[in-house]
């Protein structure tokens, strides 16, 4: 789809400027490029890095254009289905005792179908902070990591995050993924107390813990399209 060695200007999506401290470059599933950049960092150096990375984001966007087909908008009608820890519940708008629940399958209050969206994001981010706050007290009694605080929020480009001080970020949207799917991102997050970069050592101190990583970055790569509403 795009010539591998041609020049070519290739379009920057989002530029994100924070404390860190170098440039961080990510294609997402919608084959759009964001980057990630020190707040002192100039456009011109944004511009330079981009241009040096050229063919491995040309690679990123073909990958993602061949592999990611984008997910049918929710209509949250009775027979959709929905996923939570990995599983699929078919949605019933029908009475129910509260808004939204889930057991064999979901229900939801059929006159509150209007604002359904926003009911499963209420959900899903109530869930996400029980589960994950469960595994990280798991996790960290075994690691012997310590993290500050943990919140859930609505990010859409990555499914956590650990900020400089320690406090711990995750997408509301891990919650529809299986549990050790979640576990490996929740390890991941705490690694990253320690050590605050990808290197050797990094995946090293991710292995010690999940020796099958790989395979749950694997999921995550192959379905994150998926968990989405």
């Known amino acids: 789809m ?10 920057i999506n989002q530029i994100i400027r924070s404390r860190r401290k170098s440039i961080y470059l990510l294609v997402d599933t919608d084959a759009k490029l964001i980057v990630k950049a020190p707040v002192c960092c100039s456009d011109k150096a944004i511009r330079e890095s981009v241009e040096r990375h ?8 073909t990958w993602a254009h061949s592999h990611y087909k984008p997910a049918n908008p929710k209509k949250y009608v ?6 939570y820890l990995g599983n699929e519940y078919e949605l019933v708008a029908e009475a129910a005792d509260v808004p939204l629940t889930f057991d064999n399958k979901c ?3 059929a006159n509150h179908t209007a604002g359904a969206r926003q009911l499963f994001i209420d959900w ?3 869930e996400a902070y029980r589960i994950i706050t469960e595994r990280l007290d798991l ?4 690691t012997k990591i310590k993290y500050r605080k943990v919140s859930i929020s609505n990010a859409k480009t990555r499914w956590g995050a650990c900020s400089y001080n320690g406090n711990l970020h995750f997408s509301w949207t891990l919650v529809m993924a299986p549990l050790e799917v979640i576990d490996y991102v929740v390890v991941h997050e705490l690694c990253h107390v320690k050590i605050r970069n990808h290197s050797r050592e990094f995946w090293q101190k991710v292995n ?3 020796p099958v990583y790989k395979l749950r970055r694997k999921w995550l790569k192959e379905n994150q399209n998926l968990l989405t509403l």
Do not use: A, H, N, V
């Open 208 to 210: 010690e813990f999940i």
């Open 2 to 11: 795009f010539p591998i060695g041609l020049k070519m200007t290739i379009q």
């Open 54 to 61: 050229q063919d491995w984001i040309i690679r990123k966007m």
């Open 124 to 126: 899903y981010t109530k």
């Open 107 to 109: 229900f939801i209050l």
């Open 139 to 142: 996790y960290s009694g075994i």
């Open 78 to 83: 009775t027979g959709e289905r929905f996923l």
